[in-house]
């Protein structure tokens, strides 16, 4: 079984090998005020991350809005967030969930403070589904990404 720091640093390869900061789907000139990502967060399709900080150490509770599949997220479509984060100005973060029936999501990404002081979480995801057997394993891995919004 994959651990969580191993997950995370598999998705932090692939969202460096695909995407720039240019890529931004909103302004791109940045200021380099302190980004912090404690506190709540919405993102684009209306799921909710609360995030604490202590150290390193990530740790909160994401609410989907969406699902992969009816129920896959469980009743409550909630779970605890467990990740890292980066230091500096603008840092990296990574934080990842399990999901109730079995499935899990990591996300991968960076924090930017845009010229009007707006902080926006700039993601990507990973959500790994719980595949029958090996034969349908080729469609349970779903890559995306999420702006999320300070709220």
């Not at 191993?6 to 932090?12: A, K, Y």
């Not at 009816?70 to 990296?92: D, F, N």
């Not at 595949?131 to 990404?145: F, K």
């Amino acid at each position: 079984m994959m651990s969580l720091m191993w997950w995370s640093l598999l998705v932090s390869l692939l969202a460096y090998r695909n995407v720039s900061a240019n890529e931004l789907p909103l302004e791109t000139n940045v200021k380099a005020n302190a980004c912090n990502i404690t506190g709540a967060w919405r993102n684009e399709l209306g799921s909710t991350l609360r995030v604490k900080v202590e150290g390193s150490q990530v740790t909160g509770v994401y609410q989907t809005a969406v699902e992969s599949t009816r129920g896959a997220a469980g009743r409550e479509r909630k779970a605890k967030i467990i990740g890292v984060v980066g230091e500096g100005p603008q840092p990296t973060v990574s934080f990842a969930v399990m999901w109730e029936k079995g499935s899990c999501s990591a996300w991968v990404g960076q924090c930017f403070v845009l010229p009007d002081g707006v902080r926006v979480l700039k993601t990507f995801w990973l959500l790994r589904s719980v595949a029958d057997n090996l034969a349908s394993n080729w469609g349970s891995t779903r890559l995306g990404e999420d702006l999320f919004f300070m709220t």
